[in-house]
């Protein structure tokens, strides 16, 4: 769409827009483009500027986008402010950028929870959850006229589905429009919401694709199946596996074959010369992309998926291996997609694609304005194609048929075949089930509403979708969170009866992991004096572990450490000696780290006691973020050291997750400098890793506005690193503790390899004169204190320093605490923005 969409032009001086009026501008606005509105969607824009909800479950490619244009603009035009949400940051981002296309910068905004853009606009573009908890904490206060839910069928999803049901019951003042390929049954969810918002609730379904989808099922070998789909010009070829492991062994296989031309490989070569592929994954990724072969998955850090969406956008990724993550909602133009299995591990069992999973993944071939028709291959199991191929091989010889040895299922395999995909094609989408859930972050919001919180929170438990039995459960679970909240001292009971917040929490506060009123009451156990058993810098990292011990477990991160940790157990008994059975044994107790295991385990049974509910819950000690800071690891030398490289998206996430958590739960009243810092640090870690949405955002409004097929591939790149002076100084810490981990180990190989300049000869040398005078360099936690460390930010020039440089000296921690040796360096500054890192080049190591 070029010409802007303007809704002041139907907007009357006084009084409503005539909805004919409001109508036809859309209309004439989308004619203007060359575009004739489908039967479906003209039907749909009529019901939208008639004032009714829509429920529209139409197939993939039937234009929903364009109806959720249409409705902004009503809304717009009716002087309504209007909501976007959409199940994953990688959509509400793409659907930001295009609306802002459309209505122009100033009058759209963005909210993911990581970054808000404009979040005052007319039309806000949010996750989900952002709006569930803006409706949970104003209600039929809020300014929301309109809700436009797109993916909505992921009102089902067991762990999610709450941030989708909760606007439809709080917000009864706004026009819902909810939009999805895969609704099933909504006759009972279309009389709910005409009950609750008064509207009428018009149903679009039952739509013919404008694109056709031819199915087929294939029993010859893979690999001749994707090259017979290459050869007959039904790329680009999507390859679905449910596993990444899988999606990353296909894309390494098919990179001996020639899936790109050498014009299309020059293309992709020029544009992504400029893209920073920092991670190991990352290089794996280029050598992958500049074949035409593209990678997606959600292990992947968010700007890998990005680039190789805007590739296939630009028809230059002739296959994508991935999951089916690519069946959320983004514009990929994929004319096939192929199958490798009917089935799936949910995270409890291996079982056959539902109905809704298999459409929703099919609905991904053949889009329109790219393809005439679609493809959907799925490929036979792998005994079944060697089975057929050996018949084939015995031809009519009887003898021959005979001696085959027919190739069994492996071991655990789900069965399915060509009559399991005849049967998924044929299937409606199941009926959507509701999985409402009450949580203690969603109670503070009723609370911080204000006005009768027990009749808010009485309607919430039993005027919901869900049956009386599961109600009479999320009740009791209500009672309890409000019990915990009130002897956590958040929340009290005035004697007028009115239940308010007893204190002004910080204006980000938030419980968003069910733990989070346990590691309230938690952190009250940590004594910040440093005088205390928990000083000295324990107490810092102490409370980030309490912090990490409420997060989901990032599953990948934890199995890599227990595997080294047992490795480095068995070498240590085989150099003690000890026998086989012994070590075996013995490995039965090591796992990975556990800080504050027991004490934190015991005072999760004494908050359990009072609080039964919290034992719906489990409690995860680990540590993640402690282990990469007590390595003084950069972000790719832990994924490296873990090789964790397939999921290093995961990790980002977890440790995303963990910053939130400790700047918004931990009390202000009890976070330290150093305890600051070490967020501050984790904030930019997590922020060099990957591109904020705010830098792109800063490039649109610039005044350079680009098209949406112009975009350019190359991300900008993140802030200076040295900006965030803070975060920096942790940087630059961690830096020099490495030296002094590796110079406690006498590892000069790996020092030498940090500063090749001072070199092994300079390290070795140092050592000795160290070790003459001192029996060890200790590495606790009074070794990394700030005190050892002093900084000079005074800045060169200099004969020994750059233009723009720190001068630093690691004072080392002796067991007399004499602290007369010291590592001299300089920091190179504008070296660490161009590196994403922190430029340590060591001077000295010497005497003081």
């Known amino acids: ?484 909240l009130r002897e956590s001292g958040i929340v009290e009971r005035a004697p007028d009866g009115t239940v308010r917040l007893t204190v002004d929490l910080q204006p980000n506060f938030a419980l968003n992991q069910p733990l989070s009123p346990f590691a309230l009451a938690a952190f009250e156990l940590l004594d910040p004096d440093p005088s205390s058993g928990t000083g000295s810098g324990a107490y810092a990292l102490d409370m980030l572990s309490i912090v990490e011990a409420t997060l989901d477990d990032p599953r990948a991160v934890l199995s890599q450490q227990e595997f080294l940790a047992r490795g480095e157990a068995v070498a240590a008994m085989k150099r003690e000696g000890m026998e086989y059975e012994e070590r075996m044994e013995a490995l039965e107790e090591i796992t990975y780290p556990k800080p504050l295991d027991e004490l934190l385990t015991a005072a999760f049974e004494t908050f359990g006691a009072a609080q039964p509910w919290i034992r719906d819950f489990e409690l995860h000690p680990k540590s993640v973020v402690r282990d990469m800071y007590e390595r003084a690891m950069s972000f790719g030398e832990y994924v490296a050291l873990y090789k964790i490289a397939r999921s290093e998206g995961v990790v980002l996430r977890y440790l995303s997750d963990a910053y939130r958590a400790a700047s918004q739960t931990i009390p202000e009243h009890l976070k330290t400098e150093e305890l600051r810092d070490l967020i501050e640090w984790l904030g930019e870690l997590v922020r060099q890793v990957d591109s904020s949405l705010l830098d792109e955002w800063e490039e649109l409004v610039s005044g350079h506005p680009v098209a949406h097929d112009d975009e350019p591939v190359v991300p900008p790149a993140p802030q200076r690193l040295t900006t965030n002076v803070r975060a920096f100084r942790i940087l630059v810490r961690n830096e020099l503790f490495r030296r002094v981990q590796l110079a406690a180990r006498e590892d000069l190989d790996a020092l030498a390899a940090l500063d090749p300049e001072f070199g092994a000869e300079g390290w070795d040398a140092a050592l000795d004169a160290y070790f003459a005078e001192h029996d060890e360099i200790r590495t606790g936690p009074d070794a990394r204190s700030a005190a050892l460390l002093i900084i000079d930010e005074t800045g060169g020039p200099d004969q020994e320093r750059p233009a723009r440089a720190w001068s630093v000296q690691q004072i080392l921690d002796d067991p007399a605490g004499d602290h007369d040796w010291r590592i001299t360096a300089t920091v190179d500054l504008d070296a660490s923005d161009e590196a994403g890192e922190a430029v340590v080049v060591v001077k000295a190591v010497d005497r003081l």
């Open 1 to 484: 769409m070029s010409a802007r969409l303007d809704p002041s032009v139907v907007r009357p001086a006084a009084g409503d827009p005539d909805p004919d009026a409001v109508y036809l501008a859309f209309v004439e606005w989308v004619e203007q483009s060359g575009i004739t509105l489908y039967p479906a969607q003209d039907e749909a824009v009529i019901e939208i500027v008639s004032g009714q909800n829509l429920i529209l479950s139409t197939p993939t490619g039937t234009g929903k986008s364009l109806v959720a244009v249409a409705a902004h603009f009503a809304a717009l035009a009716d002087g309504r402010r209007t909501y976007y949400t959409a199940p994953i940051k990688a959509l509400v981002s793409e659907k930001f950028f295009s609306l802002v296309e459309v209505f122009g910068a100033e009058n759209v905004g963005m909210v993911t929870g990581d970054s808000a853009v404009n979040a005052d606009a007319p039309i806000v573009c949010c996750t989900a959850e952002i709006l569930a908890n803006l409706a949970l904490r104003e209600g039929p206060d809020a300014e929301v006229g309109q809700v436009v839910m797109d993916e909505f069928h992921f009102y089902g999803d067991p762990d999610r589905g709450w941030a989708w049901q909760v606007p439809l019951l709080t917000l009864p003042q706004a026009q819902f429009v909810l939009m999805s390929a895969t609704l099933g049954d909504v006759t009972a969810l279309a009389a709910d919401l005409t009950r609750r918002t008064g509207r009428g609730t018009a149903v679009v379904t039952g739509v013919e694709r404008p694109v056709p989808l031819h199915f087929f099922y294939e029993t010859t070998p893979i690999h001749e199946t994707i090259e017979d789909l290459l050869q007959t010009d039904r790329a680009p070829v999507y390859i679905v596996h449910f596993s990444q492991a899988a999606a990353m062994e296909r894309a390494q296989a098919l990179a001996s074959a020639k899936v790109a031309t050498r014009e299309q490989r020059d293309e992709i070569a020029e544009l992504i010369g400029g893209f920073r592929f920092t991670t190991s994954f990352g290089k794996t990724l280029a050598r992958l992309l500049r074949m035409g072969i593209g990678v997606h998955h959600a292990g992947m850090l968010p700007k890998y998926r990005r680039l190789v969406e805007q590739l296939a956008q630009r028809g230059l990724l002739r296959v994508i291996c991935g999951t089916d993550t690519l069946g959320v909602g983004i514009n990929v133009p994929i004319r096939t997609v192929l199958l490798t299995a009917l089935t799936k591990f949910d995270g409890t069992r291996m079982r056959q694609l539902n109905a809704r999973e298999f459409h929703q993944i099919a609905g991904r071939a053949g889009r329109a304005g790219f393809d005439t028709a679609g493809t959907v291959v799925a490929q036979a199991p792998e005994h079944e194609t060697e089975n057929l191929a050996a018949i084939r091989k015995a031809g009519d010889d009887p003898k021959k048929k005979r001696k085959i040895i027919r190739k069994k299922a492996p071991d655990g395999f789900v069965s399915w075949g060509e009559p399991s995909f005849q049967k998924l094609i044929a299937a409606e989408p199941e009926t959507l089930t509701s999985h409402m859930q009450i949580t203690s972050a969603m109670m503070l919001n009723v609370i911080g509403r204000g006005g009768d919180v027990f009749a808010n929170m009485r309607a919430l438990v039993y005027d919901n979708h869900e049956p009386r039995a599961r109600q009479r459960i999320l009740a009791l679970r209500a009672l309890g969170i409000y019990r915990t």
